[in-house]
């Protein structure tokens, strides 16, 4: 699998030859100027890898600041954060240590060694992936499943949670029909007298943000997802 790395740095100009590299040992890699830039992108891309990449003194003075921010986003908990400095310093990498950095590498670093490194870090992540988390569809549509949110036409889409789960669950079995009374006792593990003709005003909420084409009615029986609509290239 290729594994994604977002590299770190207010002057991205910076990062050419570094990202040039990675990408040429086969790692996705996104340049980030901003940790803003960084939480938008991982709501869609996920990173297994983190750097903060230092490259001047100027940016050393905030380097332990953004360790912290980083780690205080849920988005990336189980990301692998990595500082590249230049600065040998041994306070300052205690404080990134103690800040939540994995590793601090040392600038200037072989590629085949900084590579090395990598690998052994990732080695550490789970067996399932973030990448996992993610459901495509053929219209371009992502739902991020860990983060409740959905992105369609470069914008993000934050459903109601009951409306979410619903949706989730059609995309479980696409091309199945899933009875009004198999919905509710799933969400609401109750019988659908209890929740009553509440489960169609959620479904046509879902339709008016998402578009009519994502939730089918099948007359006399209930709703699926078109099993077309799913980007099978993305499940395999």
Known sequence: MSYTIFLYNKNTDSLFELSNNLMAND??????????EA??????HPPHL????IFSDA???????????IRKKEIFNNTILIIHSPNTEDYLQIECFKAGADDYIKKPIRTKLLVSRINALLKRLKNTTQEEHLIHFS??????IEHYSILKNNEFIFLPRKEFEILLLLTTK???????????QTIWKKEYKQ???????????IREKLGDEVIKTVKGVGYKLE????NKSVLA
């Open 174 to 184: 696409p091309g199945k029909v899933f009875s009004r009374d198999e919905i509710v």
């Open 59 to 69: 940016d050393q003075t905030d380097v332990v600041e953004q360790c912290i921010e």
């Open 227 to 230: 099993e077309d609509l799913l």
């Open 39 to 44: 939480n938008e992108k991982a709501l869609l």
């Open 195 to 205: 929740i009553g003709r509440t489960i169609d005003v959620h479904i046509r909420k």
């Open 139 to 144: 219209n371009q549509m992502v739902i991020n």
């Open 27 to 36: 790692f996705n890699i996104f340049q980030i100027s901003s940790i803003k």
């Open 50 to 53: 983190f750097i903060l990449d």
